[in-house]
């Protein structure tokens, strides 16, 4: 039974909101999305009452869980500074107040999500360099290496991983809790596995991290020793909410060889140390170019440049990934390299940077680091 946008919207015609209206007429609401059963939508309010709207936005989620024919409902609640609005000062302390205790680095601990070891992070300065595609390769190299692995598409925007691995069905519900999908021994969930693959997610910034905190917090992992992060490309919302919202263990640059992207993974890089997230390392993702025919190597991009620049900003080097229509050919079929030509030159290259992956987590020195603190001064 298909759901249509009227019968979500009856639906939370029910739902009460803190002043005493109906939420349908609050104007706090988004576009509503539906899909196949799934329901997408936020609501927006001022920061200073979002205590107060959490209840509203349980409410919500369940009323519109209710529907027939919902399968599942996200909903965000994010929160936006009114206009004119500034912080307020600190109040000077009464002269016989006690003295606070001083803020101890554990206490800005993220909690670790439930039944996952480490998380890593696959990320790059600029789109277009391969992320995604070293994102599940390296994902599968780990796989290999005994470890037990999931892959969380964190690229609202752009969500690559139905693509990458050919999954077309929808992930099921256990209880009020999503299951993600298994895939070459992978278990994965994505955005994408949620809507068409067409449809865009017009959505701001709060919703985006409201979104990305669910797939980790409201997914049902289970045991994973290693959980990869697919971000999306560049140095802004999604990757502050995952510095803010767990513990990553560290992060993975990837490159191209030539100047441009250079700059944009140095800017990765910085941000990544400035939320106290240390980097594995960098891939150079089409290193060279290998005629298929001849053999003949071509330097496309340029050749090295993500190996000096690692030993410039004192990072690991992972390794090279040549530009090759196997790699391209099999990604677009759905049929990752690791997984699906496992005795090849390809698939040995990203084992071995897995294998330095595996190294520096095990190397690690624990599993805590303290949560960017992030200031807004008026």
Same mark, same amino acid.
């Given at each position: 039974?298909?759901?249509?946008?009227?019968?979500?919207? #009856?639906?939370?015609?029910?739902?009460?909101?803190?002043?005493?209206?109906?939420?349908?007429?609050?104007?706090?609401?988004?576009?509503?999305?539906?899909?196949?059963?799934?329901?997408?939508?936020?609501?927006?309010? $001022?920061?200073?009452?979002?205590?107060?709207?959490?209840?509203?936005? !349980?409410?919500?989620?369940?009323?519109?869980?209710?529907?027939?024919?919902? !399968?599942?409902?996200?909903?965000?609640?994010?929160?936006?500074?009114?206009?004119?609005?500034?912080?307020?000062?600190?109040? @000077?302390?009464?002269?016989?107040? !006690?003295?606070?205790? #001083?803020?101890?680095?554990?206490?800005?601990?993220?909690?670790?999500?439930?039944?996952?070891?480490?998380?890593?992070?696959?990320?790059?300065?600029?789109?277009?360099? =391969?992320?995604?595609?070293?994102?599940?390769?390296?994902? /599968?190299?780990?796989? $290999?290496? =005994?470890?037990?692995?999931?892959?969380?598409?964190?690229?609202?925007?752009?969500?690559?991983? &139905?693509?990458?691995?050919?999954?077309?069905?929808?992930? @099921?519900?256990?209880?009020?809790?999503?299951?993600?999908?298994?895939? %070459?021994?992978?278990?994965?969930?994505?955005?994408?596995?949620?809507?068409?693959?067409?449809?865009?997610?017009?959505?701001? +910034? &709060?919703?985006?991290?409201? #979104?990305?905190?669910?797939?980790?917090?409201?997914?049902?992992?289970?045991?994973? $020793?290693?959980?990869?992060?697919?971000? &999306?490309?560049?140095?802004?919302?999604?990757?502050?909410?995952?510095? !803010?919202?767990?513990?990553?263990?560290?992060?993975?640059?990837?490159?191209?060889?030539?100047? /441009?992207?250079?700059?944009?993974?140095?800017?990765?890089?910085?941000?990544?140390?400035?939320?106290?997230?240390?980097?594995?390392?960098?891939?150079?993702?089409?290193? %060279?170019?290998?005629?298929?025919?001849?053999?003949?190597?071509?330097?496309?991009?340029?050749?090295? +440049?993500?190996?000096?620049?690692?030993?410039?900003?004192?990072?690991?080097?992972?390794?090279?990934?040549?530009?090759?229509?196997?790699?391209?050919?099999?990604?677009?079929?759905?049929?990752?390299?690791?997984?699906?030509?496992?005795?090849?030159?390809?698939?040995?290259?990203?084992? $071995?940077?897995?294998?330095?992956?595996?190294?520096?987590?095990?190397?690690?020195?624990?599993?805590?680091?303290?949560?960017?603190?992030?200031?807004?001064?008026?």
């Amino acid at each position: 039974m298909a759901v249509s946008k009227e019968q979500v919207l #009856a639906a939370l015609a029910n739902v009460v909101s803190p002043g005493g209206a109906a939420l349908t007429d609050a104007k706090v609401l988004s576009d509503i999305v539906v899909s196949d059963g799934k329901v997408f939508f936020s609501i927006t309010v $001022d920061a200073a009452a979002v205590k107060g709207w959490e209840p509203v936005r !349980q409410a919500a989620e369940a009323a519109v869980r209710a529907v027939p024919g919902v !399968q599942s409902a996200l909903v965000a609640l994010t929160a936006e500074r009114a206009a004119g609005a500034v912080s307020a000062r600190p109040q @000077q302390a009464a002269p016989d107040a !006690q003295p606070r205790r #001083a803020a101890h680095p554990a206490d800005n601990v993220p909690a670790g999500i439930p039944g996952v070891d480490a998380v890593i992070a696959v990320a790059s300065g600029k789109g277009g360099v =391969g992320k995604s595609t070293t994102a599940v390769n390296l994902a /599968l190299g780990l796989r $290999d290496l =005994g470890l037990k692995v999931g892959v969380l598409d964190a690229d609202i925007y752009g969500p690559s991983l &139905p693509k990458l691995l050919a999954i077309k069905e929808k992930p @099921q519900t256990v209880g009020n809790r999503l299951k993600p999908i298994s895939r %070459y021994g992978l278990t994965v969930m994505s955005i994408g596995f949620l809507i068409d693959e067409e449809t865009p997610m017009i959505w701001r +910034g &709060p919703m985006v991290m409201s #979104a990305i905190t669910q797939m980790l917090r409201e997914v049902e992992w289970g045991k994973l $020793d290693v959980m990869v992060v697919d971000m &999306p490309p560049g140095t802004g919302d999604a990757q502050l909410t995952m510095a !803010q919202q767990v513990p990553l263990k560290g992060a993975v640059i990837v490159s191209t060889p030539q100047d /441009l992207a250079l700059v944009d993974a140095r800017r990765g890089i910085a941000m990544f140390k400035r939320v106290n997230v240390p980097v594995l390392g960098i891939v150079e993702n089409m290193s %060279y170019f290998l005629c298929p025919k001849c053999g003949e190597r071509s330097d496309i991009f340029g050749h090295g +440049g993500a190996h000096q620049e690692a030993e410039r900003l004192g990072v690991p080097f992972l390794g090279e990934v040549p530009l090759h229509m196997t790699i391209r050919e099999k990604s677009d079929a759905g049929l990752p390299v690791v997984a699906t030509e496992p005795e090849g030159e390809h698939a040995r290259i990203y084992r $071995d940077i897995a294998t330095k992956v595996r190294d520096q987590l095990v190397s690690g020195t624990g599993p805590g680091r303290p949560a960017p603190r992030i200031v807004i001064e008026a």
